[in-house]
């Protein structure tokens, strides 16, 4: 059974960093190109960040390129998302899912997402 | 680039079929297949409906069906039933490996 979970949400002050981590289970996680994403509460879905299955690929929208790192571990089954100097607009909640394919851009597979709060 | 537009809202009665529209650009929605759609319930993850303009997952009933017609891209759902009633969201390729979303479009099921 395909299992994705994040962790590593909380509130913290504008300014810091947060390091999300998403283990995966239940498939083969060293062929899957990944993405987060997230949603502002109240709000709609917005992409973030896609990585290719070997990780030598990193994608980055422009709202968030360069205060966000993504990459994997394969070994540990393991995506992670590094958010420095966070914003208040930053506040989310972060989701990490897996393409159906290479370059699908379709996302079968989702965890339940971890809740970031930035706020003073 | 500019998120999809979707419409705020859509609704119908048990039975009736709804169709909910997705408009980008040239350079989104109208330049390639790779149109998504997914529902959400209140506080859940999204679930994948559609990819690729007209495919569904296994699993995904086929009520649900896709289409695209220039820039804009529909999901019909026929046969309304309660359940449902969610948020949508289509999803297109923008280009230089990125992705767009529509704002979404809360069904309510009268």
């Known amino acids: 059974q395909v299992q994705l979970v994040e962790s590593g949400g909380g509130s913290v002050k504008p300014g810091g960093s947060l390091r999300l981590s998403c283990a995966a289970s239940?498939?083969?996680?060293?062929?899957?190109?990944m993405i987060w994403i997230r949603q502002a509460p109240g709000k709609g879905l917005e992409w973030i960040s896609y990585?290719?299955?070997?990780?030598?690929?990193?994608y980055y929208a422009d709202s968030v390129r360069g205060r966000i790192s993504v990459s994997r571990d394969n070994a540990k089954d393991s995506l992670y998302l590094q958010i420095n100097d966070l914003r208040a607009d930053d506040t989310a909640v972060y989701y990490c899912?897996?393409?159906?394919?290479?370059?699908?851009?379709?996302?079968?597979?989702w965890g339940q997402g971890t809740l970031v709060t930035v706020s003073s | 680039q500019s998120a999809l537009t979707q419409p705020p809202s859509a609704s119908g009665s048990p039975g009736q079929s709804v169709t909910i529209s997705c408009t980008g650009t040239?350079?989104?929605?109208?330049?390639?297949?790779?149109v998504s759609w997914y529902q959400q319930h209140p506080g859940e993850a999204p679930k994948l409906l559609i990819f690729?303009?007209?495919e569904r997952p296994s699993g995904v009933p086929d009520r649900f069906s896709g289409s695209k017609s220039g820039n804009t891209a529909s999901l019909t759902v026929s046969g309304l039933q309660p359940e449902d009633e969610a948020d949508y969201y289509c999803?297109?390729?923008?280009?230089?490996?990125?992705?767009?979303f529509g704002g979404g479009t809360k069904l309510t099921v009268l």
């Open positions: 899912a897996r393409d159906l394919r290479g370059w699908a851009f379709a996302f079968e597979s």
């Open positions: 239940g498939f083969r996680f060293r062929d899957s190109f």
């Open positions: 990585i290719t299955n070997s990780g030598s690929a990193t």
């Open positions: 040239s350079s989104d929605v109208g330049g390639y297949r790779y």
């Open positions: 690729e303009v007209t």
């Open positions: 999803s297109s390729y923008a280009g230089s490996n990125h992705l767009v």
